[in-house]
T-cell receptor
Framework: AQSVTQLGSHVSVSEGALVLLRCNYS??????LFWYVQYPNQGLQLLLK??????LVKGINGFEAEFKKSETSFHLTKPSAHMSDAAEYFC???????????FGTGTRLTVIP | EAQVTQNPRYLITVTGKKLTVTCSQN?????MSWYRQDPGLGLRQIYY???????DKGDVPEGYKVSRKEKRNFPLILESPSPNQTSLYFC?????????????FGDGTRLSIL
């Protein structure tokens, strides 16, 4: 069975500070991993994904994530937070044989001016 | 413009009154899915469809029905809504490779069942 754990339902950072959102997954087979962002009153948008190959994945808006198999993690980072990054972020896992995505419970990011 | 369109965006209704939330996509995607989003629980899949006339249960299918008669449409039906189905609902679609490809999400439907 697959599952995702996002540590911290709320994260606050100052504008310009490092953003680190944590995601750990559980999967019995090589996973496909995703980060989605949800802005207020909108649906989810894909930030980045890991399927195979390079373990450091770059996404939109300056975000990146690193797949660490030994730690079963896929943490999302951004070197310098911007006010427009305030949103809710979801980590999700799937695998090649699955027909659905399993989402984490989400992390709400607040950026303090 | 590629999009997934859900209607209505907001609905307040009463227990037991049948309702349908429509979902339509213009990207010729085979895979479509419904999720509900609840505070502290993230998104949970209700039903999904791999193609026309092919549907299957997700993690929380109880109390819901779906149909996929056309490729572009995937309506969610609540035959007898109950208050525990008050939630934010999202429809999503992706290519034939299914959820391993990025899903495109609608803007959501907020349902309140009184």
């Amino acid at each position: 069975a697959q599952s995702v754990t996002q540590l911290g339902s709320h994260v606050s950072v100052s504008e310009g500070a490092l953003v680190l959102l944590r995601c750990n997954y559980s999967s019995s087979v090589p996973p496909y991993l995703f980060w989605y962002v949800q802005y207020p009153n909108q649906g989810l948008q894909l930030l980045l994904k890991y399927t195979t190959g390079a373990t450091l994945v770059k996404g939109i808006n300056g975000f990146e994530a690193e797949f660490k198999k030994s730690e079963t993690s896929f943490h999302l980072t951004k070197p310098s937070a911007h006010m427009s990054d305030a949103a809710e972020y979801f980590c999700a896992v799937s695998d090649s044989g699955a027909n659905n995505l399993f989402f984490g419970t989400g992390t709400r990011l607040t950026v303090i001016p | 413009e590629a999009q997934v369109t859900q209607n209505p965006r907001y609905l307040i209704t009463v227990t037991g009154k049948k309702l349908t939330v429509t979902c339509s996509q213009n990207m010729n995607h085979e895979y479509m899915s419904w999720y509900r989003q609840d505070p502290g629980l993230g998104l949970r899949q209700i039903y999904y469809s791999m193609n026309v006339e092919v549907t299957d249960k997700g993690d929380v299918p109880e109390g819901y029905k779906v149909s996929r008669k056309e490729k572009r449409n995937f309506p969610l039906i609540l035959e007898s809504p109950s208050p525990n189905q008050t939630s934010l609902y999202f429809c999503a679609s992706s290519t034939v490779l299914g959820p391993n490809q990025p899903q495109h999400f609608g803007d959501g439907t907020r349902l309140s069942i009184l």
